[in-house]
């Protein structure tokens, strides 16, 4: 069973920035795509950005050019570098990893954008 601990949420500025961190433990295993996904408030929960174990990545359109995504291998953790936050990325954070024993979910930390 693979558990994922998420860090880094919290309050920030508009214009602010935030890194989150997902780390994935449980026992040997082999970790194909992370990624973070996000839900707000009455809306669906949607794409943030992927990460292959190639380090291939995609990004959601809202947030491309602001958001970086990265992995260590080592460690098994991902990373969102959040820049230029703004209120609309107001959400629960959530860390998705796929593994060779399928797909889990982290917990989710919440980001919140506000003055």
């Known amino acids: 069973q693979v558990q994922l601990v998420e860090s880094g949420g919290g309050l920030v500025q508009p214009g602010g920035s935030l890194r989150l961190s997902c780390t994935a433990s449980?026992?040997?295993?082999?970790?194909?795509?992370m990624g973070w996904y996000r839900q707000a408030p009455g809306k669906q929960r949607e794409l943030v950005a992927t990460?292959?174990?190639?380090?291939?990545?995609n990004y959601g359109d809202s947030v491309k050019g602001r958001f970086t995504i990265s992995r260590d291998n080592a460690k098994n953790t991902v990373y969102l570098q959040m820049n230029s936050l703004n209120p609309e990325d107001t959400a629960v954070y959530y860390c998705?990893?796929?593994?060779?024993?399928?797909?889990?979910w982290g917990q989710g930390t919440q980001v919140t954008v506000s003055s």
């Open positions: 998705k990893v796929t593994s060779e024993w399928g797909d889990y």
């Open positions: 449980g026992g040997t295993f082999s970790i194909y795509t």
């Open positions: 990460i292959r174990s190639g380090s291939n990545s």
